[in-house]
Protein backbone atom coordinates (compact mmCIF):
# COMPACT_ATOMS: atom_id res chain seq x y z
CA UNK A 1 0.00 0.00 0.00
CA UNK A 2 1.81 3.49 -0.84
CA UNK A 3 1.73 5.99 1.87
CA UNK A 4 2.60 9.82 1.96
CA UNK A 5 5.62 10.03 4.05
CA UNK A 6 6.21 14.05 5.15
CA UNK A 7 8.73 16.00 6.87
CA UNK A 8 10.35 19.66 7.19
CA UNK A 9 7.55 21.21 9.58
CA UNK A 10 8.54 23.19 12.75
CA UNK A 11 8.69 26.84 14.25
CA UNK A 12 10.72 29.63 11.86
CA UNK A 13 10.25 33.33 12.49
CA UNK A 14 8.62 35.88 10.51
CA UNK A 15 10.77 36.07 7.11
CA UNK A 16 12.42 32.73 7.53
CA UNK A 17 12.15 29.88 5.15
CA UNK A 18 11.56 26.03 5.58
CA UNK A 19 11.43 23.20 3.35
CA UNK A 20 8.64 20.30 3.19
CA UNK A 21 9.29 16.98 1.74
CA UNK A 22 6.84 13.94 0.85
CA UNK A 23 8.37 10.95 -0.33
CA UNK A 24 5.46 8.62 -1.99
CA UNK A 25 6.67 5.03 -0.51
CA UNK A 26 5.74 1.80 -2.56
CA UNK A 27 4.76 1.31 -6.26
CA UNK A 28 2.45 4.00 -7.86
CA UNK A 29 2.16 5.78 -10.80
CA UNK A 30 1.63 9.52 -10.45
CA UNK A 31 0.25 12.10 -12.07
CA UNK A 32 0.20 15.03 -9.92
CA UNK A 33 1.58 15.95 -6.46
CA UNK A 34 0.71 18.76 -4.21
CA UNK A 35 0.56 19.98 -1.13
CA UNK A 36 -2.24 21.89 0.78
CA UNK A 37 -2.88 23.76 4.16
CA UNK A 38 -5.32 24.40 6.93
CA UNK A 39 -5.47 26.97 9.42
CA UNK A 40 -7.33 26.61 12.49
CA UNK A 41 -10.49 27.45 11.81
CA UNK A 42 -10.80 27.83 8.05
CA UNK A 43 -10.83 25.40 5.68
CA UNK A 44 -8.15 23.07 4.10
CA UNK A 45 -6.90 25.42 0.92
CA UNK A 46 -4.22 24.51 -2.18
CA UNK A 47 -0.91 25.86 -2.27
CA UNK A 48 0.87 24.23 -4.90
CA UNK A 49 0.54 21.50 -7.17
CA UNK A 50 3.15 19.98 -10.18
CA UNK A 51 2.21 18.07 -13.03
CA UNK A 52 2.80 18.48 -16.46
CA UNK A 53 3.23 22.19 -14.95
CA UNK A 54 3.55 24.00 -11.92
CA UNK A 55 0.31 25.83 -9.99
CA UNK A 56 0.13 27.90 -7.11
CA UNK A 57 -2.32 29.85 -4.95
CA UNK A 58 -2.27 33.06 -5.05
CA UNK A 59 -1.03 34.17 -1.50
CA UNK A 60 2.10 31.73 -1.77
CA UNK A 61 3.33 32.88 -5.67
CA UNK A 62 7.23 34.20 -5.67
CA UNK A 63 7.42 33.07 -2.30
CA UNK A 64 7.06 29.42 -2.09
CA UNK A 65 8.57 26.84 -4.68
CA UNK A 66 7.38 23.50 -5.26
CA UNK A 67 9.85 20.85 -7.07
CA UNK A 68 9.59 17.00 -7.80
CA UNK A 69 12.07 14.27 -7.68
CA UNK A 70 11.10 11.88 -9.84
CA UNK A 71 13.13 9.09 -9.42
CA UNK A 72 12.47 9.32 -5.85
CA UNK A 73 8.70 10.11 -5.91
CA UNK A 74 9.29 13.19 -4.22
CA UNK A 75 7.99 16.48 -3.93
CA UNK A 76 9.01 19.83 -2.27
CA UNK A 77 7.93 22.94 -1.19
CA UNK A 78 10.45 25.81 -0.13
CA UNK A 79 8.90 28.37 1.72
CA UNK A 80 10.80 31.78 1.61
CA UNK A 81 9.98 34.74 3.38
CA UNK A 82 7.11 33.01 5.30
CA UNK A 83 4.63 34.98 7.13
CA UNK A 84 2.53 34.47 10.28
CA UNK A 85 -0.51 33.49 8.17
CA UNK A 86 1.32 31.01 6.82
CA UNK A 87 1.20 28.98 9.74
CA UNK A 88 -1.06 25.72 9.26
CA UNK A 89 -0.69 22.28 9.23
CA UNK A 90 0.22 21.49 5.60
CA UNK A 91 -1.03 18.48 3.76
CA UNK A 92 0.73 16.13 0.95
CA UNK A 93 -1.43 15.22 -1.54
CA UNK A 94 -1.04 12.45 -4.72
CA UNK A 95 -3.10 12.05 -7.61
CA UNK A 96 -2.15 8.38 -9.46
CA UNK A 97 -2.25 8.18 -13.14
CA UNK A 98 -5.00 5.10 -12.27
CA UNK A 99 -6.97 7.21 -10.34
CA UNK A 100 -5.23 7.03 -7.09
CA UNK A 101 -5.74 9.27 -4.60
CA UNK A 102 -4.04 9.68 -1.43
CA UNK A 103 -3.19 12.55 1.66
CA UNK A 104 -0.47 12.35 4.14
CA UNK A 105 -0.92 13.10 7.88
CA UNK A 106 -0.10 16.52 7.47
CA UNK A 107 2.93 18.29 8.63
CA UNK A 108 2.50 21.76 11.25
CA UNK A 109 4.52 24.58 10.29
CA UNK A 110 4.47 28.04 12.81
CA UNK A 111 5.65 31.24 12.00
CA UNK A 112 6.05 33.47 14.82
CA UNK A 113 6.34 37.31 14.83
Known amino acids: QVQLVESGGGLVQAGGSLRLSCAATGDISIKVMGWYRQAPGKQRELVATIGYRTNYADSVKARFTISRDNAKNTVYLQMNSLKPEDTAVYYC??????????WGKGTLVTVSL
Open 93 to 102: HLLGVYGEDL
